[in-house]
């Protein structure tokens, strides 16, 4: 597929397909070429956006039959199983955004079906490529900062959850915690290991809606690291913020632009992160990128399900006030 300009389409044309568009945008020998929804009217302002050429197709199936050579999966999370499956039967390149489903079960089943395949699946855990947490990753991989002892992150900000998906559990799947701790607890895999148990509380403190609008997690890592993860939705005033501590020294990214680390016994040092290309270009460019070279992404279907599989459990811990062990093993629980 070299040199030859491939065709994307993206299917849910809400909030975060335009991240989508302005990745592919960003991205060389490759064009949004066909979008679709099952709101005619958001599909046709994306297309508008995406140019005079982007055509709006009827179905998932429409498009396939039109031609795709990738495409994002921008539904609400309860509906990524059925949007993915038509593409990964016809060996269809596919980027899916987080969660991988609306809960564990679903999330197996879509894994199952990827892992069955041998189609290019990436998923859309953007964070892994935001510049600040690229670095910490590499000065982690060099043992600058020793073995984690505790890890600490903290999305908050104000969004009103009852104006879109995120208040509806039948496609959502719950609030804040699985909407934004996907993507911390997928931090917590990617810089620290795999949880082995998790403690969490969630809450409405702003916000009163059918889904919680604020949570706190604690993981615990086979006991040798602690993790302690919270998110709000209901924030006015809100701050991203993630501190990774070593047995040989401590990391804080004040998240947007910010990363400093400590060795024990030296100053603070502050690492210049270049803020461009964002997240949301440099996850689509390495998913380009993946699909040219016929390899496996860097995010995986089964980092989908572990996430999934942890935010499973934080929520049966919710509901009966014990830590509950987070399973492994493809047999779920539930
Ligand atoms: N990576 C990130 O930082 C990030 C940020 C925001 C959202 N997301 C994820 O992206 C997904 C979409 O979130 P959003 O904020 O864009 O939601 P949204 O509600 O703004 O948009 C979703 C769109 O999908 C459409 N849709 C619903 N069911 C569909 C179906 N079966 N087929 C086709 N279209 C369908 C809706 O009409 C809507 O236009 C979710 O999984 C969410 O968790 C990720």
């Avoid at 490759?30 to 197709?57: F, H, K, N």
């Avoid at 899916?96 to 859309?124: I, N, T, W, Y």
């Avoid at 984690?148 to 104000?158: A, D, E, K, T, Y």
């Avoid at 998240?255 to 016994?265: M, T």
Wanted: hydrophobic content about 45%; some cysteine.
């Amino acid at each position: 597929m070299s040199g030859v300009q491939l065709r994307a389409g993206i299917v849910g044309c809400g909030g975060i397909a335009r991240a989508h568009l302005t990745g592919y945008q960003a991205t060389d020998g490759i064009d949004v070429a066909i979008v679709y929804d099952t709101s005619e009217r958001a599909a046709a302002a994306l297309a508008e956006a995406a140019g005079p050429d982007v055509q709006v197709t009827a179905s998932v199936e429409d498009m396939i039959s039109q031609g795709v050579d990738a495409v994002s999966i921008c539904t609400p999370p309860g509906a990524h199983l059925e949007s993915c499956i038509p593409f990964v039967t016809a060996g269809v390149p596919i980027l899916c955004e987080k969660p991988l489903e609306r809960d564990a079960e679903r999330a197996a089943q879509l894994a199952a079906a990827v892992r069955g395949s041998d189609v290019v699946f990436m998923m859309a855990f953007c964070h892994r490529f935001h510049p600040p947490v690229a670095k910490l990753k590499k000065l982690i991989d060099c043992d600058v900062l020793g073995k984690p002892l505790f890890f600490r992150s903290i999305f908050g900000g104000f969004m009103d959850l009852a104006m879109d998906h995120r208040s509806r559990p039948e496609l959502s799947g719950g609030g804040t915690m699985i909407d934004t701790c996907s993507h911390s607890v997928d931090l917590f895999r990617f810089l620290v290991g795999e949880p082995s148990a998790v403690t969490c509380m969630i809450g409405n403190v702003g916000q009163d809606l059918p889904v919680e609008d604020c949570c706190a997690l604690i993981v615990n890592a086979s006991g040798r690291t602690l993790g302690e993860i919270a998110a709000s939705h209901s924030i006015p005033v809100g701050t991203n913020e993630l501190a990774w501590y070593g047995t040989k020294g401590t990391a804080i990214l004040e998240y947007w632009d910010k990363l400093y680390y400590q060795v024990q016994g030296e100053g603070w040092i502050h690492v210049d992160c270049e803020p461009a290309p964002d997240r949301f270009v440099r996850e689509i460019r390495h998913f380009v990128q993946c699909i040219r070279a016929r390899v496996t992404p860097s995010v995986t279907v089964d980092d989908g399900l572990a996430a999934s599989r942890i935010i499973s459990a934080a929520y049966e811990s919710a509901a009966n006030g014990m830590a509950v062990e987070v399973s492994s093993s493809d047999q779920l629980r539930v």
